[in-house]
């Protein structure tokens, strides 16, 4: 008789783009349990914006490139939504439609995450921010309580793996640091988006085997473009902004496979990159 293996469990892709930084486990100081497990969005809008620009500024003393306000999404395709509850939601036209939710001062979680402990140990090539700028000093207390002016999301992991690649457009000789999570999941994967110091939750219900994607990049509904210095908005994450910050330079493996966007056009250099802390 031959033997019918057993099921698959389902199963959820996350990507992360742009302005996100994984809070990495370390040795000194304060434990907290998010270290290890979360990923941060940084509010880069328009204040956060100029006070990174007066400081490239006063380091060229003249005039620099723009950096254009940034905004949180989440996308996922429309026919892989299975429930949305009330968030407000707009659909991206075209042949693979996606849906786009701004995300303003929320944790998302995927409760349902099941299997091994959470595996990070993918992430080594993502440039550290504090290994960049030497005596960056501490990290913002909103990093740990949710701050919306600072913040705009936390992505917490239960279980699964993160990992990190370098996608490099063919012809091109460089690209962004960009952070997958995998994981299987008890049921349809279920995303859940809690605004900061609130217990009110909205359940989003997603096709197993979904591949959605987490963005942190310029406002493309006012269209914003990419620059050379967005990656230093990254340095916002400082308790207190450094005088003289550096720019990327990722050093992950490299693929050429776009990873999923969210039905955008890729930003695909450097400045967008994924970090980590510390």
Known sequence: MTKVPPPVPPSITVTFWGIC?????????????????????????????????????????????????HQAQLHIRNEDLLQIGDLPVKSLAGPNKWAMFHLDGVRLTIPNSIGEEFDSTGTRCLQSLPGLVPNLGAMSPAAVVGEPSVVSAFFDFKSGTLSSVQYVKKGKKDGP????????????????VTPFGTCATT?????????????NEPDYDNKYADAPDDFMLNYLLAAS?????????????????????????????????NTGWP
Request: net charge neutral; glycine share 8%.
């Open 177 to 192: 640091a960009v952070t997958v999570h995998e994981t299987r999941t008890e049921g349809d994967p279920e995303i859940h």
């Open 21 to 69: 930084i994984f809070l990495r486990k370390h040795k000194q100081g304060i434990q907290l349990p998010i270290y290890g497990r979360r990923m941060v969005m940084l509010n880069a809008g328009p204040s956060g914006c100029a006070e990174v620009q007066k400081v490239l500024e006063n380091k060229a003393h003249g005039p620099v490139e723009t950096i254009d306000p």
């Open 241 to 273: 902004y450094p005088a003289n910050p550096q720019h990327a330079s990722p050093t992950c493996q490299e693929t050429h496979k776009q990873p999923d966007h969210g039905g955008h056009p890729v930003f695909a250099t450097p400045a967008c990159s």
């Open 203 to 215: 359940v989003i219900r997603i096709r197993p085997g979904a591949s959605v994607a987490v963005t």
